[in-house]
């Protein structure tokens, strides 16, 4: 071997030395089962400055990496997990078998949770609603008084979980609820929703609740919160 061939070996090896962890750290080792990992739709950064990249990296490729193989985990125990409705599971958790009652409540209602999550962000769209959810807002006060109301139920929140816009009894109203725990459960079908997890901002925001809430409002994506209530009250 000339100085050459060697100098290029040495960097081949050095370019898949380089780029091992990088793929590591991407792909979360995906178990086999029912439950996927949705793609986020768009960048890491496109949600910058109000969510930082490495927030939403971590939060997708690992926190709700985890939910996913966990969620997975559990089809062993119980298999009819595989087979029912992810809504309708999560609609009536009583129906669960107690042994895996709680894995199912924090591993396949933080799936559902943080898939509706990724969706109603986008870096584009209209930035206020219109059509029929701008009218529902617009009786209930205004867009200002219901995100200081769905703020204050994300500010009130002790430790961790979601504030959320709902449509329940054919009328919109605002909930939190603990942990990974869903509107379903209560009869609520959401509209929007923000994650209060530590994991959603401490790296930008630590302590300041409310800055990212504050922020977060513009990441809203407000065709797909449309298209929420319409189902939820069609
Ligand atoms: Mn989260």
């Keep these: 071997m000339d100085r050459r061939q060697g100098l290029k070996l040495l960097t081949g090896a050095l370019s898949l030395a380089a780029l091992a962890p990088a793929r590591a750290f991407a792909q979360t080792p995906a178990p086999a089962g029912p439950f996927k990992l949705p793609a986020l739709g768009y960048a890491n950064d496109a949600l910058e400055p109000h969510i930082d990249a490495t927030t ?24 009819e997990l595989a087979t029912t ?9 009583s129906k669960v ?28 769209g209209p930035k206020e609603p219109t059509g029929e959810l701008k ?31 709902v449509v329940k009894g054919g009328k919109l109203d605002v909930i939190s609820t603990a942990n990974q725990d869903t509107p379903l459960e209560t009869g609520a079908k959401p509209v929007l929703g923000v994650d209060v997890w530590e994991h959603a901002y401490y790296l930008k925001y630590q302590n300041r609740r409310a800055d ?10 407000w065709d797909k919160a449309g298209a929420n209530f319409k189902k939820a009250t069609g």
């Design 212 to 221: 990212y809430l504050k922020g977060w409002w513009n990441t809203v994506n």
């Design 56 to 79: 939403m990296m971590i939060h997708h490729d690992k926190h709700h990496a985890a939910y996913v193989a966990n969620a997975n985990g559990l089809v062993a125990k119980w298999p």
């Design 97 to 124: 078998p107690e042994a895996v009652r709680a894995g199912v409540r924090n591993n396949v209602g933080g799936h559902w949770n943080h898939t509706f999550f990724w969706e109603l962000m986008t870096p584009g």
């Design 135 to 165: 009218s529902a807002i617009d009786a209930m006060g205004g867009l200002p008084g219901v995100s200081e109301k769905v703020n204050a139920a994300g500010m009130s929140r002790f430790g961790s979980g979601w504030a959320w816009l």
């Design 85 to 93: 409705p992810i809504e309708t599971v999560l609609a009536d958790l």
